[in-house]
């Protein structure tokens, strides 16, 4: 019984492994060969920006990546329309306009890490009062944790990419699914255990008085060795049973008549 239990388990296992490895090969083909803006600039593929942002200049005079393949977009319906009819290989912009894109498009990633440093800012005129109050209270907003939580909320909680990459990760095969399997394993190797014990100390029981009388009297140690030198012997007593069967079993038919009627 703890065989056949132990061979489901490992035959579940195995199927599990083989269809989560099957499903990890498959997304490594069919991932985008764009890796970020260095493969970008070395590619020839359109690449979408947003009108009236730096990023056209950027592009340009920057990575000096020719005009004719820059393709204007307006809104991001327009990016998530140009890049899934293939218009666009990949579409580049400022970090909060990419964040907002995403949170209403989970379907689409960002490949690569961010190549710019520059972020955003108020303008005020020289020597207004309004510039220190302004940077005092970011300050203290980002101290606090309050600007992350409001980036979070704004762009993040609102959106159902939250509930789609806890559904994919739930999906994934982890060690806790198995934990039923290797509780049933576990019980039924102890209740093996418990069966084949409880049977050897009813036959030792039964067979110290005949045997050794004396050894009630004895110590602890004394009485475990005899035990164990018991259980090793019934051990040997039935493996030659069991060859005795095997031997019994591939014998020929008319051997055994010849040696029955010699017997008689």
């Not at 998530?80 to 964040?99: G, N």
């Not at 198995?178 to 102890?190: P, S, Y």
């Not at 040997?236 to 591939?250: F, G, I, P, Q």
Request: include cysteine; glycine fraction near 4%; charge should be positive.
């Amino acid at each position: 019984m703890v065989l056949v239990i132990w061979l489901f388990v490992v035959l579940i296992i195995k199927s599990s492994y083989t269809a989560s490895l099957t499903s990890f090969l498959t997304v490594e083909q069919l991932s985008s060969s764009i890796k970020g803006i260095e493969s970008l600039t070395t590619s020839t593929v359109p690449i979408g920006y947003q009108v009236g942002s730096y990023a056209e200049k950027y592009l340009t005079e920057e990575l000096n990546i020719p005009q004719s393949r820059l393709k204007p977009l307006k809104s991001p319906e327009e990016y998530a329309d140009a890049l899934q009819r293939r218009k666009v290989a990949a579409v580049v912009d400022e970090q909060p306009y990419v964040d907002n894109f995403l949170s209403r498009y989970c379907q689409f990633s960002v490949a690569g890490q961010q190549f710019t440093k520059s972020g955003w800012g108020f303008a005020f005129k020289r020597d207004s009062p309004l510039a220190l109050d302004m940077s005092t209270a970011l300050l203290e907003l980002s101290e606090d944790g309050k600007l992350q939580y409001i980036t979070e909320y704004w762009l993040t909680s609102k959106t159902s990419c939250k509930l789609k990459t806890a559904l994919n990760e739930s999906d994934q095969l982890k060690i806790d699914n198995f934990i039923g399997l290797f509780l049933i394993c576990g019980v039924a190797c102890i209740l093996a255990l418990i069966i084949y014990f409880s049977v050897m100390l009813y036959q030792f029981q039964r067979h110290l008085p005949q045997t050794e009388p004396s050894t009630n009297s004895s110590s602890h140690s004394v009485r475990l060795k005899t035990f164990l030198s018991f259980v090793d012997k019934k051990e040997n007593v039935s493996s030659r049973r069991l060859k005795r069967k095997r031997l019994s079993a591939s014998m020929p038919a008319n051997v055994g008549d010849v040696i029955e009627v010699e017997s008689r």
